[in-house]
């Protein structure tokens, strides 16, 4: 039987429909007050950020290596959900969304020509261009991929292998330290805050927040960077009937891959966009500037090897405080917000496979595409800024949206360019976006036992829950692009990477019980189906 669980399907609403009507009565004091707290959350954790977040390095390393890793998810007799080209494709595509494509060109530009000033690298020079590379591989590759890697994790083993609940409560549970006998083999820690709880409510209510701001922030970027291609290629204005299009299309796309279930609607989708992804860095590997693309992205992956450790911690000659907030942290912060709530999507597609397999498919192989894709579209950039395009100057006077499609201008064919990326960053996010309205959907249900995604996908409640959050998610990005500017959203979001840093901190910690004195009961366990 399934309950709505109201407290968090109706406060994330209220609180984000809210920040969009205060953005709307008085855009300047809403933005003065959302960066404000930004500023002070970085501020005054951003140690607590740098730190933690390394941390999670170590223990994805420390998994990989104990006991723990051989670990199948579910069981030893469970049998996987999806194929392994599947299983990378919709990991992929849920954890980039379309920030890989709106700033895979515009940041190297901004580290390019504006490095911090305590390191003394000169804007616009050789030392600039290899810090820019560094800093892409840092901002986008490893350390992100362990963010969503341990919530992820933990929550697979907890719902799989220990039989709790669908809810950032259960592998939480295991932190507490009382036990109970239950399925599977051995004792294992009850949920010590049960799902309808008010505790447990406030916890999954707050992530839930943070990731539907933050993507109501990724499709304003999606809606942005779409229509000023669309402007580009058709000569029209981007206004707010071109906005109000695009994102009506995005969340129309979405909606309906959504409501036809993961084997259909993601599944797909996932696997073309991959598809497209490789096609479109094959073909600008070609006939963009090879040898660079080879040069810097070699030489930034030697960087970001060597200054790994400092720059995780906040030290070393690149260590500015305010640099760091405003690039490093943030960045830490933004994907923390998004972490909790996607790692229940992660968790729930991986049965079948073993630890050391999750961490392969969830970290590795999409780290491993990330220095590809940031190699070739930095390099590219950053050449041909350096050649006279002046890219720099178009993000400056145009946005970061329109950097890609000024690059394009110097590839043969630019308009086919244009129209293709578009329909990449179309496709891009309708897939990120339709994965983690699954995610969203469950949360907000309250299960008596556990269900298969088939069983699930095909409920009434879910079909309806995804249909109100697609359409919520639509109209708040549509209005802040088109009337405040997706900086508040985008801001609002971040407030959740606070909290979140906590919830993956314990998520944290329950992964490190279950890999030493918990591992017999996670080893031996039956599974769930």
């Not at 000169?122 to 840092?138: N, V």
């Not at 295991?174 to 799902?195: A, E, M, N, Q, V």
């Not at 985008?490 to 998520?507: D, E, K, W, Y």
Request: aromatic letters at 12%; a neutral charge.
């Amino acid at each position: 039987m399934t309950h709505l669980r109201r407290t968090v399907t109706f406060a994330p609403m209220a609180l984000l429909l809210l920040g969009v009507a205060a953005s709307l009565v008085n855009l300047d004091a809403f933005l003065a007050a959302v960066t404000g707290a930004n500023t002070w959350i970085l501020r005054y954790f951003g140690t607590l950020f740098n730190w933690g977040s390394f941390g999670f390095v170590l223990t994805i390393v420390w998994v990989w290596f104990s006991p723990l890793g051989k670990v199948r998810i579910g069981g030893e007799a469970a049998v996987p959900i999806l194929s392994r080209w599947n299983w990378f494709t919709i990991t992929l595509c849920t954890t980039i969304a379309i920030g890989i494509l709106f700033w895979a060109t515009a940041e190297p530009l901004y580290h390019f020509h504006e490095p911090p000033a305590i390191s003394g690298i000169e804007p616009a020079s050789d030392g600039a261009r290899r810090f820019a590379m560094s800093s892409l591989f840092m901002h986008w590759t490893i350390t992100p991929y362990a963010i969503y890697t341990v919530p992820s994790l933990a929550f697979a083993l907890a719902y799989y292998n220990l039989g709790l609940g669908y809810s950032l409560s259960a592998p939480l549970s295991l932190t507490f330290g009382k036990h109970r006998s239950g399925k599977g083999s051995g004792d294992y820690p009850s949920c010590d805050i049960p799902s309808g709880a008010w505790s447990s409510s406030v916890v999954d209510a707050v992530a839930l927040f943070a990731l539907v701001a933050g993507m109501s922030a990724s499709l304003g970027v999606g809606i942005l960077s779409i229509s000023s291609g669309l402007a580009s290629t058709f000569g029209v204005t981007a206004g707010a009937g071109l906005l109000a299009l695009v994102a009506a299309a995005i969340v129309g796309a979405f909606m309906v891959s959504s409501v036809s279930g993961l084997m259909r609607g993601i599944r797909i989708l996932s696997d073309w966009n991959v598809r497209f992804f490789l096609l479109l860095c094959a073909v600008l590997f070609v006939v963009g500037p090879t040898t660079k693309m080879l040069s810097f992205g070699a030489q930034g992956v030697v960087d970001f090897a060597s200054e790994f450790l400092p720059r995780s911690l906040g030290q070393g000659a690149l260590g500015d405080a305010a640099w760091s907030r405003d690039w490093t942290t943030f960045y830490w912060a933004n994907w923390l917000a998004w972490a909790p709530i996607t790692a229940l999507f992660l968790g729930r597609i991986a049965r079948g496979y073993t630890v050391r397999q999750f961490i392969t498919f969830n970290l590795v192989l999409p780290s491993s595409f990330a220095i590809v894709w940031m190699s070739i579209f930095g390099a590219s950039a950053i050449e041909y800024d350096q050649a006279g395009m002046s890219l720099y100057s178009v993000l400056q006077e145009t946005g970061p949206e329109s950097v890609i499609y000024a690059l394009f201008e110097a590839l043969p064919l630019p308009g086919v360019w244009s129209a293709a990326f578009v329909l990449l960053s179309f496709v891009c996010f309708v897939t990120a976006a339709d994965s983690n309205t699954e995610a969203i959907s469950g949360l907000c249900q309250r299960e008596d036992a556990h269900m298969s995604l088939s069983e699930e996908e095909t409920r009434p409640i879910t079909l309806r829950l995804k249909i109100v959050w697609a359409s919520l998610i639509g109209v708040t990005a549509w209005i802040m692009v088109s009337f405040s500017g997706v900086d508040g959203v985008r801001m609002l979001s971040n407030l959740g990477g606070l909290p979140a840093l906590f919830i993956v901190m314990l998520m944290n910690v329950a992964l490190i019980i279950m890999g030493t004195k918990k591992f017999a009961d996670v080893k031996n366990a039956v599974g769930r189906s």
